[in-house]
């Protein structure tokens, strides 16, 4: 199995930036699909953004497009969500996931992946 451990969370201001981290271990991400999710207090859980280096595809919420970039670093067998222009809606916990049969079509929804980390809490202050 793999595991994924998020970092990177905090409290930020309006407009400023925030880089996430998920660490996996056991396998390298690039094997996956992996997901950025976050979920606010009382809503249902949220994708982000998406990618999968062996089929290369990156996806990306309507709502974050253009704000948030994901990518990863092999060597270190890291995942990345890089926030800029932060928004107080942005406010939730994020969490990591990785999916070794997804596909293009079901990346944006939670069900294909099998692996999650605990989550990190972004605040972002108006």
């Known amino acids: 199995q793999v595991q994924l451990v998020e970092s990177g969370g905090g409290l930020v201001q309006a407009g400023g930036s925030l880089r996430l981290s998920c660490a996996v271990a056991g396998r390298s991400f690039t094997r996956y699909a992996m997901g950025w999710f976050r979920q606010a207090p009382g809503e249902q859980r949220q994708f982000v953004a998406a990618?999968?280096?062996?089929?290369?595809?990156?996806r990306y919420a309507d709502s974050v497009k253009g704000r948030f970039t994901i990518s990863g670093d092999s060597a270190k067998n890291t995942v990345f969500l890089q926030m800029n222009s932060l928004k107080p809606e942005d406010t939730a916990v994020y969490y990591c996931?990785?999916?070794?049969?997804?596909?293009?079509?079901?990346?944006?929804?939670?069900?294909?992946?099998?692996?999650w980390g605990q989550g990190t809490q972004v605040t972002v202050s108006s």
């Open positions: 996931a990785a999916a070794s049969s997804a596909i293009m079509t079901t990346v944006d929804t939670a069900s294909p992946y099998e692996y």
């Open positions: 990618f999968k280096r062996s089929g290369g595809y990156t």
